[in-house]
């Protein structure tokens, strides 16, 4: 395993896991961004739900299970691909840089995994 990668799938695993936490939690910057997209309170649950898959697949591809990593990198870069179009959808370009730099680093991850 390159080290690239490995850093790369580590960041990417950190900061879904912390995604994750504020979806789950509620957190109030997430609410406002859920609503400025026009996307209901009720699909934050699910998304936090996916992107901690999305994590959680990536340490065990780093455990081993090479096929369920692959799978993640490359859920997580489908999820965020769909994020960025909601917010061109939604024409909300204010805080497109966060959603653009989750997949950046999930395609990232995603090449180095195919790579290996």
Excluded: Q
């Excluded at 993640?72 to 204010?94: M, N, S, Y």
């Amino acid at each position: 395993m390159s080290t690239a990668y490995l850093l790369l799938a580590l960041a990417t695993i950190l900061v879904n896991t912390a995604a994750a936490i504020a979806d789950f939690a509620g957190a109030k910057f997430v609410r406002a961004n859920s609503s400025e997209l026009n996307l209901p309170g009720s699909w934050i649950l699910p998304l936090g739900v996916l992107k901690a898959a999305g994590a959680g697949g990536l340490v065990l591809g780093l455990l081993g299970v090479r096929g369920l990593g692959l799978a993640a990198a490359i859920g997580l870069t489908l999820f965020f691909l769909g994020a960025c179009l909601v917010h061109l959808r939604a024409r909300v370009f204010h805080n497109i840089a966060a959603p653009l730099a989750f997949l950046a680093l999930a395609v990232a991850t995603l090449v180095l995994d195919l790579a290996r």
